[in-house]
């Protein structure tokens, strides 16, 4: 129970659902899904992520960002999404990764996510909906 001194949680306005990883390739220029749902969070009230597919991938601990080689070149200035799940979680959204995709990324296990990313069922993060003013997928 909240009280003015440990005050419940705010419940996020917006849930983002983000399915679809992407590495953030050379084209990567300004944006990509987590970098908006940090502005996203800000200007609408708080957010919640919802990690889907191989998005999940997002969360892993010891995943590592190998550089890009193309001929002779290497790239290895490519974005990190763990880093930006870490900066989402240090700005207190709340990411939740479904565990069906956490089983199926071999994901599922102790120590195998990111401190502070909740596993969540899919048929319980489908019934919180409701509970956003707004869901929408990034």
């Known amino acids: 129970m909240a009280d003015r001194q440990n ?11 983000v399915e ?6 050379l084209e990567k220029q300004f944006v990509d899904s ?6 996203l969070n800000r200007q609408l009230g ?3 992520i919802l990690l889907r597919g191989q998005a999940v991938t997002y969360a892993a ?6 550089s890009l080689r193309l001929g002779k ?4 200035t490519l974005t990190d999404p763990r880093a930006d799940v870490r900066s989402l979680l240090g700005l207190g959204l709340r990411v939740y990764a479904e565990e069906s995709d956490l089983i199926a990324y071999g994901l599922d296990g102790e120590g195998r996510l990111l401190d502070g990313v909740q596993p969540i069922p899919a ?7 409701s509970d956003y003013r707004v869901v929408c997928f990034l």
């Open 46 to 48: 708080g957010m919640d």
């Open 7 to 17: 005050p419940a949680p705010e419940q996020a306005q917006v849930l983002a659902i």
């Open 61 to 66: 601990r010891d995943a590592r960002m190998p």
């Open 73 to 76: 070149r290497v790239v290895d």
């Open 20 to 25: 679809r990883a992407y590495r953030g390739a």
């Open 123 to 129: 048929d319980e993060a489908a019934a919180r909906w």
């Open 34 to 39: 987590l970098y908006l749902a940090a502005e």
